[in-house]
């Protein structure tokens, strides 16, 4: 086989998996892992994938990746649709109740359900607080629903208000629930995301609220990303639609979190 073939089966491998390891593709092509790792030194060299120890992963697999929220919007649609109704069942119906909204798609989600809140009873109020400028749009039509929006700065990529005035503001809050979205949810790491202006506002809404409820697709799990804003300690409910992996749902169950498949 060409050097040329190799690099293209290569390159449609990380595609695939998100990872490759050195020994497994010596194995797989029978050459030897310095071949390998030549051919992965070229592949970087043309931006086709990233080395890292042990292997190389895909480009949108690196820690400082994000897609923006237009992007992520159009993505795995249905998986967003059944977490939003399953963090649905979780908002009491009371007399008063408050919610945080992080922003993100996934939110984002939750937010479309929220748009036709109605209160089951005379009386009954929810209030929902969030720092996601589609958000507060496309909540400010439903006149059932009180809606309060962060002050701060607006992060072009994802619409999202962050920064000090934000992260003061939620030190003066404390919402019944928070629902918060997360780039990767690690065994070790924790929760995290590629921006840390952005992680510290998500910080600063898990401390905030009474209940910390997660919202990530299963793309989600067993992710690393740049900054970590939450422990696993720091969350009390995980909606996602995938079985987490052994390591990852043994490391959530020590820490308490209730995960919901949705």
Do not use: Y
């Not at 919007?73 to 109704?85: D, F, M, S, Y």
């Amino acid at each position: 086989m060409f050097a040329e073939e190799r690099h293209q089966l290569i390159a449609e491998r990380v595609v695939v998996q998100g990872r490759v390891g050195v020994n497994e593709l010596a194995d797989l092509f029978s050459v030897t892992q310095e071949t390998i790792r030549r051919d992965l030194a070229a592949l970087e060299e043309s931006r086709t994938l990233r080395r890292v120890h042990g292997g190389a992963v895909a480009l949108d697999k690196l820690s400082r990746s994000e897609a923006s929220l237009i992007e992520r919007e159009g993505q795995r649609l249905e998986e967003k649709l059944r977490i939003a109704n399953a963090a649905m069942t979780l908002i009491p119906a009371a007399q008063t109740v408050s919610i945080l909204l992080d922003s993100g798609s996934t939110t984002a989600a939750l937010a479309q359900q929220l748009a036709h809140w109605t209160a089951e009873q005379d009386g009954d109020e929810l209030l929902v607080i969030t720092n996601s400028l589609p958000i507060a749009a496309s909540l400010g039509t439903n006149t059932h629903l009180l809606l309060d929006i962060l002050g701060g700065r607006v992060r072009g990529l994802t619409s999202a208000v962050v920064g000090a005035r934000a992260t003061e503001q939620l030190g003066g809050l404390r919402p019944d629930i928070a629902f918060i979205g997360a780039n990767g949810i690690h065994a070790g790491f924790g929760l995290s995301t590629p921006d840390p202006v952005e992680a510290a506002t998500k910080s600063a809404m898990v401390h905030a609220a009474r209940r910390v409820v997660i919202l990530a697709d299963g793309s989600k799990l067993g992710v690393e990303t740049l900054v970590r804003f939450a422990t696993l300690e720091e969350v009390d409910t995980l909606i996602t639609t995938t079985e987490p992996s052994p390591d990852l749902g043994s490391a959530l169950e020590a820490a308490g979190v209730e995960v919901v498949l949705a």
